[in-house]
């Protein structure tokens, strides 16, 4: 039966009539075809299309289920919990500089730093600035790499295009 059911089948009894239900369930392949996902986004669906009059189960709220169907109270929390290693007192340089490595794994930030070099790479190969000294490019590239570099670190939001190299990266 279920904490669910039984709970719905409570509620019609002391609603003396007011309502009875039929319970219905769709299989897990068909629920995989109609609508990919989750269950959950499966069952919130049906709601919303209006196959089915309610969704028992435990379903989360999300922002997007809640805009297509409406939810009742919670009759049940999760209590959801995140453990993590107790914060250490090391407070050293080497230590700083890998708390903000680590979002990412070393492969992930040797892939963005090669798009980057990448980026800069092709953006400088297809430049209308031509010259027969590989110097010049060598400095263009170095160019491009920063400014690709400071795009990419200030979440794309685009600089002002006429300012000096130095002032971005102090910006």
Same mark, same amino acid.
């Given at each position: ?11 019609? /009894?002391?609603?003396?009539?007011? %309502?009875?239900?039929?319970? +219905?369930? #769709?299989?897990?392949?068909? &629920? ?6 989750? @269950? ?17 189960? @435990? &379903? ?10 409406? %939810? ?10 995140? +453990? &993590?290693?107790?914060? #250490?007192a090391n407070r050293s340089y080497a230590?700083e500089t890998n708390k903000v490595l680590? @979002? %990412? ?16 790479v092709l953006s400088v190969w297809f430049?209308?600035?031509?010259? /027969? ?11 491009? %790499?920063?400014?690709? #570099? &400071? ?5 794309? +939001? ?14």
């Open positions: 039966e279920g904490v669910h059911i039984n709970y719905v089948r409570a509620l019609e /009894k002391i609603s003396d009539g007011d %309502f009875t239900t039929n319970f +219905v369930h #769709g299989s897990k392949a068909s &629920i995989t075809r109609v609508h990919p996902g989750s @269950p959950g986004n499966a069952a919130v669906q049906d709601v919303a299309d209006g196959l089915v009059d309610i969704a028992i189960g @435990p &379903i989360w709220i999300t922002g997007a289920r809640l805009k297509s169907s409406a %939810f009742t109270m919670p009759v049940q929390y999760d209590q959801t919990v995140l +453990v &993590i290693p107790r914060p #250490g230590e680590d @979002p %990412f794994t070393m492969g992930v930030w040797v892939l963005l730093i090669g798009m980057i070099a990448v980026t800069a430049s209308r600035k031509r010259s /027969k000294q590989p110097s010049v490019y060598a400095r263009l590239a170095l160019d491009e %790499f920063l400014q690709k #570099g &400071i795009f990419f670190c200030s979440a794309g +939001v685009e600089q002002d295009e006429n300012a000096s190299l130095p002032r971005k990266l102090l910006m």
